[in-house]
C-alpha cells in the first residue's frame, strides 16, 4: 500500500481534506482557513492541479479579482482512496513487542 505522494504533503492533505467538505472554495478562505500565506496555497494548489486533483477557476466579484479551488472527481477518488489506505495502516493491530530484557522492566 502506498500512500499517494501528491496528497501525502501536509499541507496538500489539508487543502484536499478542506476541498473534500465543500462544493468549490474562494482561495482566501482556503488560505485563512489553513493559516497559510498565499504563496504556499498558490504554490500546492498548482501541484493539484496538475496532478488533476484540484481545479482552479478565476474570476471577478464587482471588480475584484477572486479565486475559487475546486475537488474534481478524480481528486475526490484520490483522496478517498488516502483516507482508506490511512485506515487500513491505522487499523493494523501493533505488534506486541516480545518479553523485556530483566534489566528494562518497571519496578
Not at 484536499?16 to 482566501?28: G, H, K, P, Y
Not at 464587482?62 to 472527481?73: D, I
Request: hydrophobic share 40%; net charge positive; charged share 25%.
Amino acid at each position: 500500500m502506498n500512500l499517494d505522494p501528491v496528497i501525502h504533503a501536509p499541507a496538500r492533505l489539508q487543502i484536499v481534506s478542506l476541498l473534500a467538505a465543500a462544493t468549490e472554495a474562494e482561495f482566501a478562505f482556503v488560505r485563512d482557513t489553513l493559516e497559510i500565506s498565499d504563496s504556499v496555497l498558490s504554490k500546492h494548489a498548482s501541484a493539484l492541479e496538475n496532478a488533476g486533483y484540484v481545479e482552479i477557476r478565476k474570476g471577478h466579484v464587482g471588480k475584484r479579482p477572486r479565486t475559487w479551488l475546486k475537488l474534481t472527481r478524480e481528486g475526490r477518488r484520490a483522496f478517498t482512496a488516502y483516507v482508506a489506505d490511512l485506515q487500513r495502516i491505522v487499523g493494523q493491530p501493533l505488534t506486541p513487542p516480545g518479553p523485556l530484557p530483566p534489566d528494562s522492566r518497571c519496578q
